[in-house]
């Protein structure tokens, strides 16, 4: 198979976006177009005049990565060209969560052709690891950082699946860098649906969370495996199927492999802290069945 996103790119060692992106391409196919926000991914592969993508590749500005997309597949009806090239964006959480969602949501609103692929590495790491809407209760970032009158962030992370569903997309799901044959072929049953169809990707920074850059694809099993990031798929608003976790790793396993939750593990008051998370994970765990 031909290498789509190439070696050379000037991510760290064990980065979770050419992971994530490796396996987007694999499931979309050569006969695409990939539009990049901002971000870790853009920066990255793109110093010019060099590029590390072998599909042809659009920066797009942080907030319309959609915008823009939508715009593609209207340009090659227009042209009699749309055939089977498929258009995909791929952003961060920041580029898709907080200050795309307006575009996200007019694009997936009138209906356009394309997929929508979130890198969710749970902070804005390009610019220096600051809160997002992706970011997880009680995780330390720059913007919110754990102190003696924290314990970090302390809001929820939000349900952008479940967003993207109640807009009624055809196909969602979520998938993680841990299970790459299960994300290649949801990309490929995403790029092969009619109309805008998403897929939300666990991608473990090791700058960013603080672990080896050996461990990326153990702390996304790791996250899989305590039922804090479930996998599933979503056809027409409604689960359709599940992947299932057997029995729960506790998600003290998970927190003690990162250094942002690292307070919860030397600080007055953070067993209490780590009960709220697991009870985030036994949530999920009845919610979806796992």
Same mark, same amino acid.
């Given at each position: 198979m031909k290498h789509l996103l190439v070696s050379g790119h000037r991510g760290c060692a064990g980065c979770c976006d050419a992971m994530a992106t490796k396996f987007t391409l694999m499931g979309a196919g050569e006969d695409c177009i990939v539009v990049s926000p901002t971000g870790c991914l853009e920066v990255m592969t793109t110093p010019?005049?060099?590029?590390?993508?072998?599909?042809?590749w659009i920066h797009s500005l942080f907030?319309?990565?959609?915008a823009v997309a939508s715009g593609i597949e209207a340009a090659l009806k227009a042209l009699?060209?749309?055939?089977? #090239?498929? /258009?995909?964006?791929?952003?961060?959480?920041?580029?898709t969560m907080d200050i795309g969602l307006q575009a996200i949501s007019g694009a997936f609103e009138r209906g356009h052709d394309f997929t929508y692929v979130c890198i969710d590495n749970e902070a804005y790491m390009n610019t220096g690891v600051q809160r997002s809407s992706g970011t997880p209760f009680n995780a330390s970032t720059t913007t919110s950082p754990a102190g003696k009158v924290s314990f970090g962030n302390q809001r929820p992370k939000k349900n952008m699946p479940a967003i993207i569903a109640a807009h009624g997309s055809p196909y969602v799901a979520t998938t993680s860098l841990a299970y790459g044959k299960d994300m290649i072929a949801k990309v490929k049953k995403a790029t092969e649906t009619p109309g805008p #169809?998403? /897929?939300?990707?666990?991608a473990p920074c090791t700058t960013g969370w603080g672990f080896d850059t050996s461990k990326t694809v153990e702390v996304a099993?790791?996250?899989?495996?305590?039922?804090?990031w479930p996998l599933f798929e979503m056809e027409n608003g409604e689960i359709t199927k599940v992947r299932k976790i057997g029995t729960p790793s506790p998600v003290e396993d998970y927190l003690k492999m990162q250094s942002r939750f690292k307070h919860l593990f030397n600080k007055e008051g953070g067993a209490e802290e780590i009960a709220k998370i697991q009870a985030i994970a036994d949530k999920n765990i009845e919610h979806y069945g796992l």
């Open positions: 010019f005049p060099e590029t590390s993508w072998n599909v042809p907030e319309n990565a959609a009699g060209k749309k055939g089977n #090239t498929r /258009i995909v964006a791929i952003g961060g959480d920041g580029a #169809t998403y /897929i939300h990707c666990h099993r790791m996250a899989v495996k305590t039922g804090l």
